[in-house]
């Protein structure tokens, strides 16, 4: 019994059926708690006001845009080694939740920055960085959708990962090269002693629980979303040939 | 593979279009420009370096598709695939050729446009230089794009859409490179990082690039 029986596509149907309510719900609660919490039951930062809110949203699906992407990456990485095609299918499935995430985190962030730095867009490294992140979303997608052999197709995105993933780093460092920023340096680290004050700290963390949970309620589902295609498909090949 | 680069230049030249379409592009670029932005000397030649280089890019672009697709076709692919030569050797010398038909003849003739842009006098040799330390870059990514899509009818569009985020870096450093000569600061720094991402390119790109194709050729 090793952790990749659950990769087998009538495994993971079995498990992700109890699974998900759970953590479609949890999710809910989370980001319902976290949420309010952090809207009505905060106080006001002193210099940014109310503004300072839109960090319950911002931080969050700027942290799994990226994670998102990460996620494809091992999914893939996994798919070229050992060929499950639940992971393809994963990698395929992560792919427009992470772009819509990557959206979410630019406008969350235009919003905040026209009362905060007078402009909704500045050609910031950060800002950047994820407009150019949303770029490499969109063609991943556009590559799937362009391929009819879904073996192909799945080889053929996992090799675009990983190189993708190679110049995404590569256009981050070149991106801090370019231009000097205006973005604030990261808003919480494992290595800082303290980041942000608890007040705000506690419900930002329920957030990002929601978040990830969220992530990956979607993701379940539309793999299995993705898994039932294929079988449709086969059925209907079947059904054909007889 | 010397008689596969030939065989490449020789097609590149004969089929006509190819050679000196991506060059008449870069001119039609490089012309509209000024009509879009207005004539100002000062306004023009502060975005120069960003418009030669991101028009040269463009330039590059255009014939990308023609790389692996008529091979493709014709089956002369799986030819060169089961052939003695690895596949690896076949996506260097096909990134060679697009370089020497369409990146050479690019950098050769930008300080001409540089002119026509009125680029600052010293930004001239840092022009030259980064092209011509950039531009195989462009070439090899190309060649890496143009292996992905080879399979897909049309797939010039999606085509430029993998393409064009993978060539940020060198973008980015290329025509800095050039507005940091023609400002008169060090462009070293910026230079010497573009090469390294073309030595880079063609260190690891041929692998993902062969790998591309023989997924391609099952």
Known sequence: MSMWEYANPKKFMGWTRPVLPWTFGLAGVCLVVGLIWGFFFTPDDFRQGSTVKIIYLHVPSALMAINAWIMMLVASLIWVVRRHHVSALAARAAAPVGLVMTLMALFTGGIWGQPMWGTFWAWDPRLTSFLILFLFYLGYIALWEAIEDPDTAADLTAVLCMVGSVFAILSRYAVLFWSQGLHQGASLSLDAEENISDVFWFPLLVCIAGFVLLFVALVLMRTRTEIRIRRMRALEVRANRA | ?218
Not at chain 2, 28 to 33: R, S
Not at chain 2, 128 to 143: D, E, K, N, Q, R
Not at chain 2, 146 to 162: E, Y
């Open chain 2, 1 to 218: 593979m010397i008689a596969l680069l030939m065989r490449d230049l020789r097609l590149a030249f004969r089929a006509g279009g190819g050679f000196g379409l991506g060059l008449a592009f870069f001119l039609i670029v490089v012309v509209l420009v000024p009509f879009g932005v207005g004539p100002e000397t000062e306004l023009l030649s502060r975005i120069a370096p960003g418009i030669l280089w991101v028009a040269s890019l463009l330039a590059a672009l255009l014939s990308l598709d023609r790389i692996f697709a008529l091979d493709y076709e014709d089956g002369s692919l799986s030819l060169l695939a089961t052939s003695p030569l690895p596949l690896e050797g076949v996506a260097l010398m096909k990134a060679l050729a697009h370089w020497l038909t369409t990146g050479l003849p690019l950098t050769l003739a930008a300080p001409l446009m540089g002119f026509l842009l009125s680029l600052a006098p010293e930004a001239y040799v840092y022009l030259f230089v980064s092209l011509l330390i950039g531009t195989p870059a462009l070439s090899m990514i190309g060649t890496f794009g143009a292996a992905l899509t080879v399979g897909i009818r049309r797939g010039g569009l999606l085509l430029s859409l993998l393409v064009l985020p993978l060539y940020v870096p060198t973008l980015i450093f290329g025509a800095e490179t050039v507005r940091r000569g023609a400002e008169g600061l060090d462009p070293t720094g910026a230079g010497i990082l573009m090469a390294g991402i073309t030595a880079g390119c063609f260190a690891f790109l041929p692998f993902a690039t062969a790998a591309t194709l023989r997924i391609n050729l099952r």
